[in-house]
């Protein structure tokens, strides 16, 4: 796992497509138990390097139930976006993750992590690459049916505070996803 990731912070595959340049960001342990698997760091994440380091982070630990110990550590946790860098801007908010990092990284990092019980889908791209034909219509579709994917998959909408107005739309996700979210997680971290 050392190697892998050493190579993955090396890793320039799509570097001049970057504004900012590469700095791969990802956490991850053979011990894990619960992948997150977001969209990609936005720009205080590629200041940082620290994942979920910004009010999107903070918003995820409140609705995951956890301290920012139990969070970022990496025997429970394992933070795996689609693009591991950050991507840019596009008119409404950051670019799409690059789509070199996940087809590249993702299967080996999963194989040295067995012990992974549970994954979140945070956005629809994380749930559209691992659900695949099996997404519903549309992300929020797929969140309401969250159970349907249930022990190995729990897909969410990305915690931005941008998502505030799809939040008060469905309050259906405070009253059904969130509960089931912080049980399966809670369950896993004891």
């Known amino acids: 796992m050392k190697k892998l990731l050493a190579q993955i912070a090396k890793c320039t595959v799509c570097e001049t497509q970057l504004p900012l340049g590469p700095r791969p960001v990802v956490a991850a342990h053979p011990n894990a138990k619960i992948a997150i698997i977001g969209q990609a760091p936005g720009t205080k994440v590629h200041e940082t390097g620290i994942p979920w380091d910004d009010p999107s982070g903070r918003q995820l630990r409140k609705w ?110 405070e009253q059904n996803v969130l509960p089931a979210l912080q049980v399966n997680v809670a369950k896993l971290l004891n």
């Not at 550590?73 to 591991?84: C, E, K, S």
């Open 64 to 173: 995951l139930a956890v301290t920012e110990k139990q969070f970022y550590d990496v025997n429970l946790f394992a933070i795996v976006p689609m693009g591991f860098c950050y991507p840019g801007k596009s008119k409404s908010g950051d670019a799409p993750p690059r789509p070199e990092c996940a087809p590249l990284w993702h299967a080996p990092l999963f194989e040295h992590m067995p012990t992974i019980e549970l994954t979140l889908l945070i956005g629809a791209y994380a749930q559209r690459y691992y659900l695949a034909n099996a997404t519903e219509r549309n992300l929020t579709e797929t969140v309401r049916s969250f159970q349907n994917y249930l022990p190995t998959y729990l897909p969410l909408p990305h915690p931005s505070p941008r998502n505030r107005f799809w939040l008060s739309k469905n309050h259906w996700f």
